[in-house]
């Protein structure tokens, strides 16, 4: 018994290891950090996650209450919703011993855990379920945990965990459906939930769909079948319940930013011709194209795609069950190109890049029915053999001919690749033998398949250099240190170069840049407003001006001495940062806006009543802050300038800059519009520019490019040139096809002199914090005789609050974006704003009395069982 036992032990570690191991060999061949000069960073996991993993590790480390909230993220934000999306998974804790630069290595750690759990769970599941043993479980829970959908999606790390969160919850709700306890269902679906609430749907929605097929298997009486779903029913919504804590507060969130963009417009069509998923069934079929707009990766690898079809001829289980089954199997595929079905699994949402992310279901069904199928006393008979065959041979030929034309991340030599490990599969199947090396043999195809595919696949994709990655995150770091050391007051900092949205979180400071799925729909509305680049789930803050680095409280900026430095990304220009220079760190230099506001301070109750928003950024940065000083808003801080001369080469000539549509002369040759203006004193000079000037067209002022310039949907800021009077400023656009239209093309003038008189106005009465946190404010006031309000750049997000002289007081958004406080000048208040989740505490009764029920359930039962035995 207990040899039998070890044996069972070292089974389910070589399935934990054996897909660490071909991985782990294949990453050290690919040279990634630490063995080697590359990194697993790429796409999202490199230009978002491992941003947010710093994140986590600084907030666990350092200051615990952002994980509520965090001023890192934007203008600041919830994070309790974000976490729930992003960063739930226990496992994340092992990122905990990675600082720095070293954070890929972890990265990299970590997700080979997540490829050995993955094939141990599934192991497990076999077990438990006697549909496999031994070694032969090998030959399931490799090509499980490499399945086509895992590599495809190892960038994207956040979703991994449902891989081995899966198999656990169906070995509970297989216990569940057959009388046994609930408690293992229960406790596993509730972490599902908690891990990654998106995945936990579809999970979820999945569970109904087994409960179907496994109800079908037994010949219990249909009451018997309705009592024992209505029990998987209680105790599916139970293990709501008990992650009440988590999904609570996250649906609230997710009403508040992702989920206003759900899509209520569909129509019953097909999103691609179905026959292409044909192509998902060679190995290796994934390149990056496949990324943004592809078909479900569903590869796990011949020997389980050939188990899977000969299920249906399985007379193991019922007919009953294998029409079920089939019915199964046609909805699965069929939600890949069905467009309301795929939006069914996405939460009504089209998925941003990464589609038919519910696929490892059905690589998941594929091989739980081919585990049912290939028992070790299996034998192909005759017809079944023909008949798979025939499909392979016909699927072959019909890719063949086709690869060229329409699938292009597959070539012929994965087509005969494939084609081969069908034959080998189909051979091995029919032999009569059934000793070790027969099931050697199978263990060792199966295996190679998916390496041979994972292979394949992850050579189509490039990564970040580990160098680029940790030079750029070294010297971000030092730098904001150095901020932070001689300044521990409450301020945002503002860069001219960047290597993500997200560099915020990976050197934990305030900024106003963010990249992530539940960004408020209101600050990107305001970003875009003020002439930031934004669009859906993206901000950033690259082209502020004197106006918004007030306003926004950016009192520190970095900006780098090298023009084209690939190590810090220079993306922009600021030619208005002439504040001190406090410190240099390598090639960034760290100067002080001596003009920054506070997070709050006094200001005019003209504020309250500015309704109206201009498509115009300059327009609307001066309103805002002549309503702010108490000014008219009618009364602009900039003016328009005109252009001295237009020098056009190879193009149209026209009469006005603005709008002007400029069209090459001859296709062939290089097009340019070169803008010259003289500046006659030394403001701080703008250029707006509208979408299509930025997309098509590189820009250069004084021959110095501006890379990088991400205008998105809207209109954005540049500034070009600060006192720089009687200089001559060249603006050239080269055009990037044939015809360009200078769309809002404009030049500003910021009025230096008024700006600094409605700066003096609110600085009188800033908000002097005493104490604060990542999720509170506490300070005092004391507003001048023309304010009424004290005035924040806290983002007007439910959730927050305010105590005034020890009682509560109401907040009030204005501009649509930030909370205000009204308040009485002339005498000082003491005040606290503090934010908690909405729903959080809700969430956390729900889950404590539900855990509490359980807890004494399972007691209760415990003592019946142990007086039944009696």
Not at 350 to 362: E, G, I, K, Q, T
Request: with cysteine; net charge positive; hydrophobic share 45%.
């Amino acid at each position: 018994m207990l040899t039998k036992l070890n044996q069972r032990r070292n089974i389910l570690a070589l399935s934990f290891l054996v897909p660490v191991l071909i991985m782990g060999c294949y990453f050290t061949l690919r040279g990634m950090a630490p063995f080697g000069k590359s990194s697993i960073l790429t796409v999202d996991l490199g230009q978002q996650y491992v941003d947010f993993y710093a994140y986590l590790r600084s907030s666990i480390l350092h200051h615990p209450a952002s994980l509520l909230y965090s001023f890192s993220k934007g203008l600041g934000g919830e994070m309790w919703g974000t976490n729930a999306y992003y960063l739930m998974s226990p496992l994340n804790l092992l990122l905990l011993f990675f600082p720095g630069a070293s954070l890929s290595s972890g990265i990299l750690f970590l997700l080979l855990i997540k490829y050995g759990l993955a094939g141990l769970s599934m192991a497990y599941l076999l077990d438990r379920s006697n549909l496999q043993s031994g070694y032969r479980l090998l030959m399931f829970s490799t090509p499980y945990a490499l399945m086509g959908w895992m590599i495809a999606n190892q960038l994207n790390m956040i979703w991994l965990d449902v891989l081995w969160l899966l198999p656990l919850v169906i070995v509970g709700l297989m216990q569940l459906l057959d009388g046994g306890r609930p408690w293992f269902y229960l406790s596993w679906l509730a972490i599902t939930m908690i891990v990654n609430y998106y995945m936990a749907w579809m999970v979820c929605v999945f569970t109904i769909l087994f409960t179907w097929w496994h109800l079908s298997l037994s010949r219990y009486p249909w009451r018997q079948k309705i009592r024992r779903f209505l029990r998987y029913v209680i105790y599916s919504c139970w293990s709501g319940l008990l992650s009440a804590v988590i999904l609570l507060p996250t649906i609230y969130a997710l009403t508040q930013s992702k989920g206003t963009y759900n899509n209520t417009d569909y129509t019953w069509k097909l999103e691609y011709n179905p026959l292409k998923l044909f192509g998902k069934l060679v190995p290796g079929s994934f390149n990056f194209s496949q990324m943004p707009s592809g078909q479900a990766n569903i590869y796990v690898g011949m020997l389980m795609m050939t188990g899977f079809l000969l299920y249906f001829f399985n007379r193991r289980d019922r007919k009953w069950s294998r029409i079920i089954a089939a019915l199964i199997s046609i909805f699965l595929v069929a939600s890949f190109v069905v467009q309301p079905l795929d939006l069914f699994w996405h939460l009504g949402q089209f998925p941003v890049w990464y589609p038919s992310r519910f696929s490892f279901l059905f690589s998941f069904w594929v091989i739980w029915l081919a585990a049912r199928t290939l028992t070790p006393n299996f034998q192909l008979k005759w017809p079944q053999l023909l008949f798979i065959l025939a499909i392979s041979s016909l699927i072959t030929v019909v890719l063949l001919t086709k690869v060229n034309s329409i699938l292009s991340y597959i070539n012929t030599t994965q087509i005969w690749i494939g084609y081969s490990f069908e034959l080998l599969a189909l051979i091995a199947l029919s032999i009569r033998r059934h000793d070790y090396f027969y099931h050697g043999f199978l263990i060792l195809l199966a295996c190679v398949d998916v390496s041979v595919s994972a292979i394949l696949s992850l050579n189509q994709i490039s990564y970040v250099s580990q160098s680029d990655y940790g030079n750029y995150t070294t010297q971000l770091q030092q730098s904001i240190k150095k901020i932070k050391q001689a300044d521990q007051s409450f301020y945002r900092i503002a860069k001219s170069f960047s290597r993500t949205k997200d560099d915020p979180f990976q050197a934990d400071f305030y900024s106003g840049d963010h990249f992530g799925s539940t960004l408020e729909p209101s600050i990107s509305k305001f970003m875009t407003l003020i002439g930031q680049p934004a669009g859906d789930g993206v901000i950033s803050y690259a082209n502020g001006t004197k106006i918004t680095d007030s306003l926004l409280g950016f009192k520190y900026n970095l900006s780098t001495t090298a023009t084209n430095d690939s190590a810090l990304g220079v993306n922009t220009i600021r030619p208005d940062w002439t504040g001190k220079t406090i410190a240099k760190n390598g090639k960034i230099t760290i100067k002080q806006n001596s003009t920054a506001l506070p997070i709050a301070f006094g200001a005019s109750q003209k504020i309250l009543n500015l309704k109206s928003s201009s498509s115009d950024p300059t327009q609307y940065q001066s309103m805002i802050y002549q309503a702010l000083a108490g000014k008219s808003t009618n009364q602009s801080l900039f003016k328009v300038q005109n252009f001295s001369n237009v020098t056009y080469t190879n193009t149209n000539e026209t009469t006005q800059i603005t709008g002007a549509m400029i069209v090459k002369n001859d296709p062939l040759l290089v097009g340019k519009v070169e803008l010259t203006f003289t500046p006659q004193t030394n403001d701080p000079y703008y250029l707006t520019l509208g979408e299509s000037a930025v997309a098509n067209a590189t820009i250069e002022v004084n021959g110095r490019p501006v890379t990088n310039v991400s205008s998105f949907r809207n209109t954005i800021i540049m500034n070009v040139a600060n006192h720089q009077k009687g200089q001559s400023v060249k603006i050239t656009f080269t055009l990037k096809k044939a015809s360009l239209w200078l769309q809002n093309v404009s030049l500003y003038q910021l009025n230096q002199a008024g700006f600094q008189a409605d700066y003096q106005k609110l600085s009188q009465s800033p908000f002097k914090i005493s104490k604060s946190g990542s999720n509170y404010l506490t300070g005092t006031i004391k507003l001048a005789r023309n304010q009424k309000v004290m005035m924040t750049t806290i983002p007007a997000a439910q959730g927050w609050h305010a105590i005034v002289d020890g009682h509560p007081a109401k907040l009030t958004k204005v501009i649509n974006t930030f909370w205000a406080l009204k308040l009485s000048p002339g005498k000082t208040y003491r005040i606290t704003l503090y934010f908690i989740p909405p729903f959080l505490f809700t969430g956390l009764i729900m889950t404590i009395i539900s855990l509490t029920g359980a807890i004494i359930m399972a007691k209760r039962k415990a003592k019946n069982v142990i007086k039944k035995s009696g």
